[in-house]
């Protein structure tokens, strides 16, 4: 048996004496929060993180393909079995990055409609109403703006939303003629003491007066998200190949549709391999996707690799851990996307490889109300 490295040992010493404190000092299992949605559970609404309007001729150019294809599915709620196959309405919006409208600054624009899918159905679309054979099923109303996200909840024929945690649902991303992706939807369930089909109890917005979906884990409500990222990261290269280019794609329920917000505010701390620390933050108005380099020039390889000490070996991946996301001076909630693309020439249009993946969180839920106008 190989002796262990110095280093190695030096390392397991360290772990050794503050283990016996961990041990005692941590619970014997895990507890999941109380009232904190399961992204990966069926719910009964759906966030997609990313939606983008547009084509791009796949194929060499035999045809065109929308640039986003969402797609929803209906399965049999836990405790329903055996289901039948009942008809199930969900109400969408596309819900947009703050701009200006008519002279209003931070507005998020929004689009709702309703489509009818079945347990154990499949519904496909996409945000330009683009009817090719890549393009989806259903036809829905264009998206009022470029990028954006969407999300939608289980409601009942006279369109109020009701308790159905059967949701399920991906977008396929074609960023470029050559590159592809995909990412699963975020779920949230409804309130887990009420039985699939109860009513989803409204609550007034108290600065609009507005009936609005809650996210607070109260009775007849729905579960909570968090407000916090922890991911993996690839550093910019633009100067050699490998060329890549990361973006992080950031969102937020606390959402005022058609109306003013409030920037969200989140602190951002970005590593090396070594574990060398470069803290930034950024802001965002509703929906974003924030090249790295636009939040801190620094996060390049080559920038990184300095910040790192100069080693040759490192900078071209590190780990970003975010604050909890401020609005208003109040924590808010924040999901997202971590988004790569790579690439035989620098920029994202070059692209023919890429990723995306769902950051981490704190668990630590974050109570608050989506306002659809």
């Known amino acids: 048996m190989s002796p262990v490295p110095n280093r190695w040992r030096r390392g397991l010493l360290a772990l050794a004496t503050v283990l016996p404190g961990l041990l005692f000092a941590a619970p014997a299992f895990a507890l999941v929060e109380p009232g904190l949605a399961d992204p990966a559970e069926p719910g009964s609404v759906l966030i997609y993180p990313k939606f983008a309007t547009g084509s791009v001729a796949v194929d060499g150019g035999a045809f065109n393909a929308a640039k986003t294809l969402i797609e929803v599915g209906v399965v049999c709620p836990a405790g329903l079995a055996p289901c039948a196959h009942i008809i199930i309405p969900i109400h969408f919006h596309w819900v947009c990055p703050g701009a200006t409208v008519a002279g209003v600054t931070n507005v998020c624009q929004e689009t709702d409609f309703t489509v009818l899918n079945s347990i154990f159905g499949k ?9 090719g054979p890549l393009d989806g099923n259903t036809a829905v109303p ?10 939608g909840w289980v409601v009942d024929f006279t369109d109020s939303p009701i308790k159905f945690d059967g949701l399920i ?21 409804g309130d887990p003491a009420d039985p699939n089909g109860f009513p989803v109890t409204l609550v007034v917005d108290p600065a609009t ?8 884990g109260g009775p007849h409500h729905y579960q909570m998200v968090t407000g916090q990222i922890e991911a993996d990261v690839r550093y910019n290269e633009v100067l050699a190949q490998p060329f890549a280019f990361t973006a992080l794609i950031l969102l937020t329920l606390d959402v005022r549709s058609n109306l003013t917000n409030a920037p969200t505010l989140v602190a951002l701390d970005f590593y090396t391999e070594n574990q060398i620390r470069v803290s930034t933050g950024t802001a965002f108005v509703c929906w974003a996707q924030i090249p790295i380099t636009a939040i801190d020039p620094t996060l390049t390889t080559e920038g990184m690799r300095v910040v790192a000490g100069g080693n040759p070996g490192l900078g071209f991946k590190g780990v970003v851990v975010s604050g909890q996301a401020v609005q208003n001076g109040l924590r808010s909630t924040m999901l997202g996307l971590v988004q790569t693309v790579e690439g035989p020439a620098a920029g994202p249009v070059n692209a023919t490889r890429s990723y995306n993946f769902r950051p981490s969180n704190n668990s630590v839920p974050i109570p608050t109300i989506f306002v659809p106008f």
Do not use: E, K, M
């Open 123 to 131: 519904i496909t679309f996409n945000p330009s109403q683009l009817t």
């Open 142 to 151: 264009i998206a009022p703006c470029q990028r954006g996200y969407l999300i």
């Open 169 to 189: 649902g991906d977008s396929v991303q074609r960023n470029t003629p050559q590159d592809l992706q995909s990412y699963s939807a975020l779920a949230i369930q």
């Open 209 to 216: 007066g507005i009936l609005s979906l809650a996210f607070d």
